[in-house]
């Protein structure tokens, strides 16, 4: 029989094992703890695992916490598991047929009230979904739903009413690849800060 202490102890049992944040190794080197946010990236290729429910909980309670302006919290999230829905959304247009094979995604909609702030809040919390999804192992890509009229057909197929705005969905699943499948997609890589970072003034260099 346990004591009263024993049911008091916190529990320390290990998150499954998928759940679990792993920071990159570095031989010899100290562990950089941005890392995992720099290696986030658009993925478009997924393995068919299921992304469980657990998982799903998680993300959708980190974009709850986003920031947004003056606290509107504009969001409203769509989970879509179902195949056939998937396969709907991804056929609105060429770029976004990737979006059939993820196991789920998250329609983001919004209040449509102020367009302005919104497109900025609407970054945030994005950004965040996908930085959240591979801090758990996983990868995701934003699918853009495209022009007023594949967004009209995409709330029309989620059933979202016509004063929401409804512009894209984020997938999520284990990533098969890193690769851009499109064959015009665009060139990986960064520009180097020198050409990005000014000084005090606008192209000014670090003294």
């Known amino acids: 029989m346990r004591t009263p202490d024993a049911r008091a102890r916190p529990d320390r049992r ?4 998928h759940h679990r944040i792993r920071a990159p190794a570095y031989a010899g080197a ?10 986030v990236s658009q993925i478009r290729e997924f393995t ?7 998982a799903i909980d998680q993300l959708l ?19 879509v598991r179902d195949r056939e829905t998937l396969r709907k ?6 770029n976004i047929n990737w979006a059939a094979a993820a196991p789920v995604g998250i329609a ?10 919104e497109s900025y809040d609407e970054g945030r919390v ?9 801090m758990l192992g996983y990868g995701a890509g934003v ?21 929401r705005q409804a512009r894209q969905m984020v997938l999520i699943g284990r990533r098969k690849s890193t690769r851009d499948p499109r064959p015009t997609g665009p060139p990986r890589g960064r520009r180097p800060l020198s050409e990005l970072v000014s000084f005090e003034r606008f192209g000014a260099p670090k003294r």
């Open 108 to 117: 983001l909609v919004l209040t449509g009230e102020d367009a302005h702030s």
């Open 48 to 54: 068919s695992g299921v992304v469980p429910d657990e």
């Open 143 to 163: 699918a853009w739903f495209g022009e007023p009229h594949h967004e009209a057909e995409a709330k029309r197929i989620l059933g979202i009413p016509e004063s």
């Open 61 to 79: 309670e980190l974009a709850r916490w986003t920031g947004s302006s003056k606290n509107t919290q504009p969001w409203h999230f769509i989970v």
């Open 30 to 39: 100290r562990v950089d703890p941005l890392e995992p946010i720099r290696r």
């Open 126 to 134: 994005t950004e965040r979904l996908l930085t959240g999804a591979t």
């Open 14 to 17: 290990r998150p499954p094992a």
């Open 89 to 94: 959304l991804a056929e609105l247009r060429p």
